[in-house]
């Protein structure tokens, strides 16, 4: 039996602009949007990286078995930090997100963690954004309440908080092309979310940018 | 009147001319004018119309409260004359009258003011008999401009932003803030509702060009500060807590979050209480320097000021610079201090005439200004007797002002009357909060201007937490002030609220009809409720109502300054729409489908599928004959998802649950209630336990949230060793049910699907189609059937794979309308449709779901309390005759006995598998036996005989769940 396909939790609200697809990590992904032009890089531009695998743990256990297991944790809240080809990062006291970035297996590493006390994995299934380009912190400005241009992408900084509504995780982070804000929320969302971003983005000179011309921004 | 020469300031544009028309003739204004100041140019005084009298009304402010000159632009309705610019094209009617503003019909009204007392409307409505009549002529009379319903909706940008302090007002005072703030190095917003920055530095000069110089070295320094954004034509229209403050500008509303806030607002011309003060001509003193300074235009030929303060003889000099002929500057005052503009007035040979008031205005045959009477006041009382008549086209009236104080109240500023100033001011501030200017009870020039600087030297301070060195504020010896500027008189028309048309005698009504208290005041009089929210009115009301009294204005207080403090566009508070809509992951199948969806909560669910040429009914019909026949689908993942690990998981369960789930064995799963501590049923689901020490279960779709909530607050309240994990919008779940429901699951699964391997009600891993699965044997449509759980990114390929390989058996999908209908003829309850916040499980005969033998569980002690005593209802099944066609009862139609009600249905459908509708229902539990009869209330009054059933209307064995079947 061929390995099952995943579904981005975007692709209802993205396939009707899609005009190309590849295949990364058994899912299909948009790699250009009809009309995509420069102009989102340069203001601001909105991406899916939903394909990338991730996987959580919680409990006062958690960071000394994601340590035992050789994943290094950031030392605060509201942190993240990179570790063994992932994104590590701490959402609260005793609760970690962990997203797969490179070949090296962290998510399968969490996944199948012995059973432990204090310990209680979180399958994560959500949907996963980039959003980039000088016009970022803007596009929040518009959608969440909280200020992104304080959050320094060096110091691994990231918030729990609410965008357009919905529930989400908002991490700042650095790319080839400047500070890029990763955000990640329940993906039931995800249809909402990503028309609601869009439009407003779209109204900001910006919009939705396939893989292809992400990767390349991305480094 | 006419144009001026240009001024140095000016707001307008003398190079570029518009056309707009106004009542139907047009008019040339320049770019930059406001409505009123180009009408006003052209020699239009009659702007609009009084809200309840109709009497004509002129400028009074142009600072943006000019509620009697506001009109209709388009589907644009209350445009404020005084401040919103002319557009080129623009065709403006007045609002608020019955055929225009020069033949208004309803003037009458003025004639029958005697028969339109203080607190008429109470009165009006106090019969019911007249009531509908009363409210049919007050909704055809009253209302401001024409509400067009086809109004598109404007979408107008929601947006945050951020500084460390932000400085309301940029005046003298707020400029003067605001870099001291910066100079700290504090991040700066700075915001003015005028057009044009610079306040009062900017028009009320006294002809003394020194303070506009003062007030451009302070604005140009504004400017080219990097730590300091202007932002002018912006309102700072509330103050919420943690310095929240909303930002109105012509497109949006901006939420700013400030570290500090300084409140620079400065304070509000007040009107002198004379007869007829309300005639086209007579204004505020400020209102004709707004109209020389920022418009160049002749606000009047020839003006009698009424003042009590230096203001009224800077404007003395305003008027003339402007060319402007002051008959008389008659001034309340006993005795007037010596100042330089004093000594500048008279030697200019104006006739300054102490302890004198205008008495009344006169109209002249177009019902404007035309002449006053003047008279002495002693001890504030007109003295008539030597009273004189003065020829004028203009009075300006400069004898007090009120703090806008409005933020500084709603930012909890503590406030107490200041005798010397005549004016309220900040007694005690919160933390983080300043105020300075005007509003602080500070009018000298410098002094307003050092007193910018301590304010905004302190916020900036306390924003970056540094120390700073404040400037000293020289001592302020002005008294804006009169304190009584009222003059009464026998005849009335003596207006203290221009939004309401009251009067002084209104008040002492009110009063003697024991509305005493100015909260009650206020609400019996309707003062200070009109658009400009007693901006010009509260003052002197509470000034009336404390010589009323016999008490200060201290002891009156002041009413409270709720948010917003001016009117703000609808659509800028409606914003861009955030209205978080869920989907399911399997939304695109479901619309390629044909799905009609129908809203669930936050949820979009298919109702059903549509299938071309048959009725909604006949669709809802064949889906449930399908899962009865052959096979269907239905998307069951806006179902709450949790998961409970860990060694003290069952425990917890336990407690959370009225059943016994600690005896529960791995692999199985088992129908639960939750209750709340009063025992009522506030959720169901299906717990499956996976593992050791690891459960699954789910909630229903309105619930989940709820239950996860409270089970993480339980949870960290008792301290189990046990983690609670949400998956809801983590899994997909779909319920493949029906007769050939294993036929289609067989070749897809690694899972024994026998039914001794897997019988009903339990729990599986394994894989469909490769997928990591959990599959459990449940029934809630009552048929053989797998409710499977996969993760949300796979819900779309296995709900294909299902349906390629159901193809043979005839599958289809079944929405939520054929599964109520499915779960109704096994009698299935929904919690919430069935059930209400009442509702305890003794009354659903849910017996059999309550271990009451547990050593806890959440809502036990209720329920021993509640299971002793007589039920008062129980739920039961219903069925109307075969032969019923007409009208059906739908959910909370009455039951009803010997004429009383007895209550209520909450379910009721059309079985198509039985052939006669069905129905749930609470009654009294001695009419619960089968067969009885009872009678059902429909909307329209008639009545449906309908007989008690017992339940499951359909398969009662359980059949078709059984391998026999």
Redesign the interface.
Known sequence: MSTPARVSPLSDAQTPEATRWIDLEQMRVVAAFRQELVAPLETVAIGDLSFRRRAGVKGPGAAAALNAAGISTPPQPNQWCISEGALVARLGLTEYLIEQHSTADAVSLVLTMAAAADVYPVPHYDAALIIMGPLAADLFRQTCSVDMATLDAHQGALVLTSVVGVGATVAATTTAAGVAYRMWFDGTYGSYMWETLCEIAHDMGGGAVGYDSLSQRLG | MSRLPPMPDEWINRAHSLKFCFEGHDYVAFEGDAISSALWAAGVKTLGRSFKYHRPRGILSMANHDVNVMVQDGQRHNVRGDVIPVRAGMDLTAVNTWGGVQNDRARFLDKLSGFLPVGFYYKAFHSKRWFPMWERMFRTITGLGNLDLSTPHIRT??????CDVLIIGAGPSGLSAALAAADAGAQVVLVDENARAGGSGMYQLGADNARRDRTHALLNAVRQHANIRLLESTLAAAWYADQWVPLIDAEKMV?L?AKATVVAGGAYEQPTVFRNNDLPGVMLGSAMQRLIYRYAVHPARRVVISAANDDGYRLALDLLQAGVQVQALADLRDNIPASAVVEAVRQRGVECLLRTAVYEAHADDRGELGAVTLCKVRNGVADTAGAWRLDCDGVAMSTGWAPAANLLYQSGTKMRFDERTQQFVPASLPEGVFACGRVNGVYDFDARIADGARAGSNAAAFALGIAVNTPNVPADESRPSHPWPVIEHPQAKNFVDFDEDLQVKDFANAAQEGYDNIELLKRYSTVGMGPSQGKHSNMTALRILARLLDKSPEQVGTTTARPFFHPVPMSHLAG?G????????L??RH?ALGAVFMPAGV?ERPEYYAQPNKSRTDCIHDEVRRVRNQVALIDV?TLGKIEV???QAAEFLNRVYTARIDLLKVGGTRYAIMCDESGVVTDEGVIAHLEQ?VYYFTTTTSGAANVYREMSRLNAEWGL???I?N?????ASVNLAGPESRNVLAPLTDVDLSSAAFPYLAVRQGKI???DVRIMRVGFVGEWGYEIHV???????LWDALMDAGKAFGIGPFGVEAQRLLRLEKGHLIVSQDTDGLTHPFEVSMEWAVKMDKPFFIGQRSLKIVREMPLKRKLAGFKLAASHSGAVPTECHLIIHQSEIAGRVTSCNWSPNLGYHIGLAFLPPDMCEPGTRFQIRLSDGSMVSADVCATPFFDPENLRQKESA
């Not at chain 2, 993760?791 to 390929?797: C, F, H, M, R």
Request: charged fraction near 20%; glycine fraction near 16%; include cysteine.
């Open positions: 940008a929601k947006r945050y932003d951020y939420k979050r861009r955030f209205h978080p809509q869920r989907r399911s992951p939304h695109g619309a949820w993942g690990r860990g060694p020490n060793q046990c983690g994990i998956l809801t919008g983590a899994y189609a490769g997928i993760p949300a990114e796979y819900g779309a390929t």
